[in-house]
């Protein structure tokens, strides 16, 4: 089955400094995976999205991740975060059988100290 | 967001009573999806359709239904609510990535 670890709840950083957001997940095979940001109240918007080829993946708003196979990860790094970014990212899975079930992770919450 | 109208945008209701919650969409996409989403649980996966009379369930169906009788619209229902299910439900279609409905408030007292 699918599923999705996002073992920080809670992160904090700095205006300026770097940012990784840590997930993991397990699947049968290599799924689509993808990272969304929610601002508050807002709905969720759509970071950037993994499905073939190139392991390191250009997202908006300066954001990248990379595709570890080996370890089934999938973190979200900046490498210089903005006060605008504090919000709550969502990494996701879907399954590549043709459903397209997708699997959300409980989220991490980022607060950008001034 | 790619058209996806939920209604109603909030309810309140009572222990016990059947609610049904709709989504629709104007953007003609084959796969819909509803979640619910709770502090601390992230968005969870309901139930989801990959076609018209095509669904199945996600990690959280006990207690819900769906119907999907036309491309359009896709029908949450919840059987006989309880506290438990009290959230904010989102609809969601997928073309190359997910489009999200503005949500439903659900409170069920």
Redesign the interface.
């Known amino acids: 089955a699918q599923s999705v670890t996002?073992p920080d709840?809670h992160i904090t950083v700095s205006e300026g400094a770097s940012l990784e957001l840590r997930c993991n997940y397990s699947y049968g095979a290599t799924p689509y995976l993808?990272w969304?940001v929610q601002s508050p109240g807002q709905?969720?918007q759509?970071l950037l999205?993994y499905f073939s080829g190139d392991t390191l993946v250009q997202g908006i708003k300066g954001f990248e991740a990379e595709f570890k196979r080996s370890q089934s990860s999938f973190n979200l790094r900046k490498p210089s975060v903005h006060w605008s970014d504090a919000a709550e990212y969502?990494c996701?899975v879907a399954s590549t059988s043709?459903?397209?079930?997708?699997?959300?992770?409980?989220?991490t919450r980022l607060k950008v100290l001034a | 967001d790619a058209g996806i109208t939920q209604s109603p945008r909030h309810k309140v209701t009572e222990t016990g009573t059947p609610v049904t919650l709709r989504c629709h969409q104007t953007e003609n996409h084959r796969y819909m999806y509803w979640y619910r989403q709770d502090p601390g649980h992230g968005l969870r996966l309901i139930h989801y359709s990959y076609g018209v009379k095509d669904t199945d369930k996600g990690e959280v169906s006990d207690g819900y239904s769906v119907s999907r009788s036309k491309t359009e619209d896709f029908l949450l229902t919840l059987e006989s609510a309880t506290s438990s299910q009290t959230s904010v439900y989102f609809c969601a279609t997928r073309d190359e990535k997910l489009f999200f409905g503005s949500g439903t408030q659900l409170s069920v007292l």
């Open positions: 996002q709840i993808f969304y709905g969720l759509l999205k969502f996701a043709g459903t397209y079930k997708y699997i959300f992770g409980t989220g």
